[in-house]
């Protein structure tokens, strides 16, 4: 499986981030799969953001909730990561992952793949 993650790269302040994360070498709905949006801000850890499961069920982290969506186009094997009301501390590099095992998880270590990730700048 291979994650490739586009997105507009500079976002300004209270407006919504749209990141498109095209899936190559499987299926999105292929059973136990799982499709996850993660960050990273600058000089901080790995922030788990939420994920899709093969069944179309999502599970957002509490703290982005309100202001996250995540979809899916089985069609075109692509996952869709939408935030609004952005902010500054919202920057970050933005990755996809996919865990083709188990359950869905938030643990960064149980996701079997990664995209190379996009950097999205929140400014003015």
């Known amino acids: 499986v291979q994650l490739q993650e586009s997105g507009p790269g500079l976002v300004k302040p209270s407006q919504t981030l749209s990141l498109t994360c095209t899936v190559s070498?499987?299926?999105?709905?292929?059973?136990?799969?799982?499709w996850s949006w993660s960050r990273r801000p600058p000089g901080k850890g790995l922030e788990w953001i939420g994920y899709?499961?093969?069944?179309?069920?999502?599970y957002y982290s509490p703290s982005l909730k309100s202001r996250t969506s995540i979809s899916r186009d089985n069609a075109k094997r692509t996952v869709y990561l939408q935030m609004n009301s952005l902010k500054p501390e919202d920057t970050a590099v933005y990755y996809c992952?996919?865990?083709?095992?188990?359950?869905?998880?938030?643990?960064?270590?149980?996701?079997?793949?990664w995209g190379q990730g996009t950097q999205v700048t929140v400014s003015s």
């Open positions: 992952a996919a865990k083709t095992t188990g359950r869905g998880s938030q643990t960064e270590a149980d996701y079997d793949y």
């Open positions: 070498g499987g299926s999105i709905t292929t059973k136990f799969y799982y």
């Open positions: 899709i499961a093969y069944s179309g069920t999502t």
